[in-house]
């Protein structure tokens, strides 16, 4: 079978499972679209905007656990992309973006719609490549999934100049199956010596504690991790990519921890004397002071990056290695031992916890007439059951939904957590509602957020994507006027939204219904209307106190024990 590279593009796709493609065509890539139309294995989801092409590559993947794939052009199509790509790569999120690069011939002229890709991405992927033949575009393309889906993952960026994918031009197609590359092999097996290590330590804690990340998510090792700390008895917070991870609902799950987690989480996390940390990084929104840092602790860390391994915070017993294998060697450890922690210690240490705990870190106003966004999330979380996939954008409705959406499962929550990308959520939403279509989809956002990629609700439309959009409309950009409430004695420099659109009117010249509420009684009945609209996308704009703050809250230089708590009267 001889094909040209735009066929061989389509063809690699089919051979690595790929169902979907978000993208936006120009010049460069008008090859690969013409070998798009002229086949219906692969389904192309035409975005507004490269960025949204990129979030909804992320969140599928996020939500499936395979690459997500983008397609753009060169130049401006490039360079759109890459917000959406370095917040894949922050959050260790497979991808394979294939961007348009002009002719060989031109390549370093200033051509039309002419960037360096490889260069402007290599500091946010894990990987790219140029292809410079044709015969290298399969080779290239089996490289890039495997890279990106492999040991930590990742985006890939692969750049295809426009000759390359000349329909004139046709060689032999055959798709590697196996890949080889020299400087890239993965440790997946922990070394058994530290594993062995590891669990004596485990099992001699006075105030053992647990601290899971989204490595685990990457790993599928949420049954290993659930299994693990059950059997042990010990309690356990998750980052904010690593919730669902660990049963939220479960009588050990102390909450989120960090800087805007639960006083109970971040006062164990202080007080513990083994800390077990597992596909985490010790980014510095967990961590708070480095200095001050788990002070009582031996810390054990997993993970399968050695670069992570006391890059922010020296640990004691390192073990690199996949998290689902290493868990499953502990699991095993424990198993064969009859040593568990001492009961008294154990006991002692639950008592100290739940007395933390009775403090009621998250409690808030019940009785405003206003709405309160914490009451929206509550309602949320009751009228899907706590099964829904939730996509967020960035602020104080994000962690917002942190604190009181109850994840149970892995892979339900979708945001950007180390970049901290606003206009993630619609598009996100959308690329989970693609893979998942009988499943509940919805979008938490704010008015800020929102109007970032609200081009995208023309991709609901065009796709019958009918996700629901829960809006907590209190017109400020809610984080940033909170750290100037708090820091910047209550100057609100450009903080508040003011010009906003009327939301309902916007979301119906979409196509969509359009909702607005504006009183408590009202949250409830609202919600389950729009879940009852399985074909619409629905958009909610909740109009939300305008003074509420996020709580608990470490403020910068702070270690875990010193919070700044809400002060109900």
Known sequence: ??????????????????????????????????????????QHILVRHEQGATHAADAYARATGKPGVVLVTSGPGATNAVTGIATAFM??????????????????????????????????????????????????????????????????????????????VKIPFSYPRDVQMRSYNPTVSGHTGQIHKAVELLLSARRPMIYTGGGVVASEASAELTEFTQLLGYPITNTLMGLGTYPASDEQFLGMLGMHGTYEANMAMHDCDVLLAVGARFDDRVTGTTADFCPHAKIIHIDIDPASISKNIRVDVPIVGDVKQVLEVMLQAVRQTDRRAKPDDLAAWWKQINEWRATDCLAYDRNSDLIKPQFVVEKLCEVTGGDAFVASDVGQHQMFVAQFYKFNKPRRWLNSGGLGTMGFGLPGAL?????????????????????????ELSTAKQFGLPVKVVNLNNRYMGMVRQWQEFNYNKRYSHSYVDALPDFVKLAESYGHVG???????????????????????????????????????IEAGKPHNVMRMRELA
């Open 91 to 168: 959050d260790s999120v497979p991808m394979v973006i294939i961007t348009g690069q002009v002719h060989r011939a031109m390549i370093g002229s200033d051509a039309f719609q002419e960037v360096d890709s490889v260069g402007i991405t290599r500091p946010c992927v894990k990987h790219n490549f140029l292809v410079q033949t044709v015969e290298d575009l399969a080779p290239t393309l089996r490289k890039a999934f495997y890279v990106a889906s492999t040991g930590r993952p990742g985006p890939v960026v692969v750049d295809v100049p426009k000759d390359i994918t000349a329909p004139e």
């Open 1 to 42: 079978m001889e094909l040209s590279g735009g066929e061989i593009i389509i063809e690699a796709l089919k051979e690595e499972g790929v169902e979907h493609i978000f993208g936006y065509p120009g010049g460069a890539v008008l090859h690969i679209y013409d070998a798009l139309y002229k086949q219906d294995a692969v």
């Open 431 to 455: 690329g989970a509602k693609l893979a998942f279509p009988d499943e509940d989809v919805v979008c938490v956002t704010g008015e800020a957020s929102i109007q970032m990629c609200i081009q």
């Open 515 to 553: 909702m607005v509420i504006e009183r408590p009684g009202d949250v409830e009945a609202a919600l389950r209307e729009a879940f009852a609209m399985k074909d619409r996308l629905v958009f909610m704009d909740f109009i939300t106190d305008q003074s509420e703050n996020v709580y608990p809250m």
